[in-house]
């Protein structure tokens, strides 16, 4: 069975900080993966999604994001946050596309910044 | 295209009510996901149909929880009688052939 493991439950940085959030996946064939973002009181929103190709992605925002797949993970990463970056981040992952199929959502990382 | 469209925003009822929230789906999509978000539990996903027939429905916490979906454009979840507990935000989500999952703005249900 596919999961997600996003290991930072909390992450609090200053303005202008690099990020980076870890996204761990396990499912042996091929993948799919997201970074969804979700400001204070919205719904989640797609950041970026890597199907197939370069393995960097790059979103909204200055986000990207790098498939490892030697590794099983999808970290994302932004070389200056800003304070409205403040938000919770989910990694998801899913099989390429079927009928059947769903994409499993890790449990988030609540990103806060200070300004 | 408006995106998934889920109405009411907001519901505040009282314990023993009858909650019906609504969604509409992009068009043209042929998943729909019912999600669950609370504090303490995260997300949760309830439900989903493809082509409108139930897929998975092993996240419904319970019998008084039901989902439907007539056509390819609208969806229920039913929660009859509502408790305090089931107090959450209620997200609705819908995908198409090419993987990507794109949420409604939610429905902030407390249930008094």
């Known amino acids: 069975a596919q999961s997600v493991s996003q290991h930072n439950h909390h992450v609090i940085l200053s303005e202008a900080a690099s990020l980076e959030l870890g996204c761990n996946y396990s499912?042996?064939?091929?993948?799919?993966l997201f970074w969804y973002v979700q400001y204070p009181g919205q719904h989640l929103q797609l950041l970026l999604k890597?199907?197939?190709?370069?393995?960097l992605v790059k979103g909204i925002k200055g986000f990207e994001a790098e498939f490892i797949k030697s590794k099983f993970s999808f970290n994302l990463r932004k070389p200056s946050v800003q304070w409205s970056d403040t938000a919770e981040y989910f990694c998801?992952?899913?099989?390429?596309?079927?009928?059947?199929?769903?994409?499993?959502f890790g449990s988030g990382t609540r990103l806060s910044i200070r300004p | 295209d408006a995106g998934v469209i889920q109405s009411p925003r907001h519901e505040v009822t009282e314990m023993g009510q009858e909650v019906t929230l609504r969604c509409k789906p992009i068009?043209?999509?042929?998943?729909l996901f019912w999600y669950r978000q609370t504090m303490m539990r995260g997300l949760e996903l309830l439900i989903y149909?493809?082509?409108?027939?139930?897929?998975?429905d092993s996240g419904m916490p319970e019998d008084r929880f039901s989902a439907k979906m007539p056509n390819a454009s609208f969806s229920t979840l039913k929660i009859q009688p509502s408790e305090p507990r089931d107090s959450a935000v209620y997200f609705c989500?819908?995908?198409?052939?090419?993987?990507?999952?794109?949420f409604g703005p939610g429905t902030r249900l407390t249930v008094l």
């Open positions: 989500a819908s995908r198409g052939a090419d993987n990507e999952q794109f």
């Open positions: 499912y042996g064939g091929t993948v799919n």
């Open positions: 890597y199907f197939s190709g370069d393995p």
């Open positions: 998801a992952v899913n099989a390429e596309y079927s009928s059947a199929s769903k994409i499993i």
């Open positions: 068009s043209g999509h042929n998943s």
């Open positions: 149909f493809n082509n409108n027939v139930p897929i998975d």
